[in-house]
């Protein structure tokens, strides 16, 4: 069954707010504490915020335009993301980066690499680190424009999951993890299905799936960073938060309300592994009005706040990937 891309429920949202004409009071904030200080943010300065707003910016470009699967554009982006990968000494999980598929007469292609873990047996035992790269290309033009650039939707996510990969590649860890960019998201999250099915038949063990998706803004009155879908489906933000000794992840009653757990990347690898799968995202129903618009470019992000957060993961995956344990586990 084809899923529905994450961030669909957005009309369903607005539809909701039109009908009850008073938005105050429908975000709502899971902890009853005061917006946590930047100071506290776990930061080893080992994320480059020149190479965050660079990459964001060429992947948000007009050049790419707006990165619809199957277009030159997003053919570009591949390009750009093996090479940063390649750069990176990340090596490719198949004989390329590429996992290529074919969807309603249009190729698309995941990209996949894999930094190996150290550990004889956790090697084996995969962290699985995602987002989309795609987006909708050309729509309904603004003032003359009709470029969907995708900066936060999700060449935002794109660039943490290339930070990451930079950032792992320098370090050693006792589990592999596999650096995934999908495409064919917005066609019904084709790319992440299509890849976990693959993964299925080469009988790959995966530990957790992490998934990032729109972190290219803060969010709004929270003292945590990002939320995370399907929240009680296991112990991740816990856990994760204990790792980070700080609370990175939170919980947004609104994630579940339009049950965003199912409707990105994450999901097919719960679907196929019954694994942990969780996507993290910082847009809150508040604090972002361009969603599949013209205007989500490069110009409408805080490059400061997502160097701070792709910062604010390193400790949590770190650990995650050198825990001797398995702590992190699908709720009952």
Partial sequence: MRKIPFFSAIALFL????SC???KGVIE??????????????????????????????LSSDELQGRKTGSE????????????????????FFETYRNSFEENGVTGYNIVGL??????????????????????????PVGGDELANGANDNASGTTAVLELAKYFSRIDTKRSILFTLFSAEELGLVGSDKLASTLKDEELQPYVMFNIEMIGVPMTDKDYLVYLTGFDRSNMAEIFNDYSEYPVVGYLPKAAEFQLFKRSDNYPFFEQFNIPAHTVSSFDFSNYDYY???????????VEHMDRMIEALVPGLRE?????????????
Avoid at 15 to 18: D, H, K, N, R
Avoid at 292 to 302: A, G, R
């Fill in 15 to 18: 539809m909701l707010l039109i």
């Fill in 21 to 23: 004409g008073d938005a």
């Fill in 29 to 58: 904030n899971s902890i009853d504490s005061e917006e946590g200080s930047s100071e506290e943010v776990p930061n080893e300065n080992v994320i480059s915020q020149d190479d965050v707003a660079q990459t964001l910016k060429y």
């Fill in 73 to 92: 554009g997003i053919e570009k982006a591949a390009v750009y993301i093996e090479n940063i990968f390649e750069d990176a000494g990340i090596k490719p």
């Fill in 115 to 140: 930094k190996e873990g150290t550990d004889p047996l956790l090697k084996d035992e995969v962290i699985i680190v995602g987002a989309h790269y795609d987006h909708v290309g050309k729509i309904d």
């Fill in 292 to 302: 599949h618009h013209v205007n989500d470019e490069f110009e409408e992000l805080d």
């Fill in 320 to 332: 995650m990937a050198n825990s001797e344990e398995n702590h992190i586990k699908l709720n009952q």
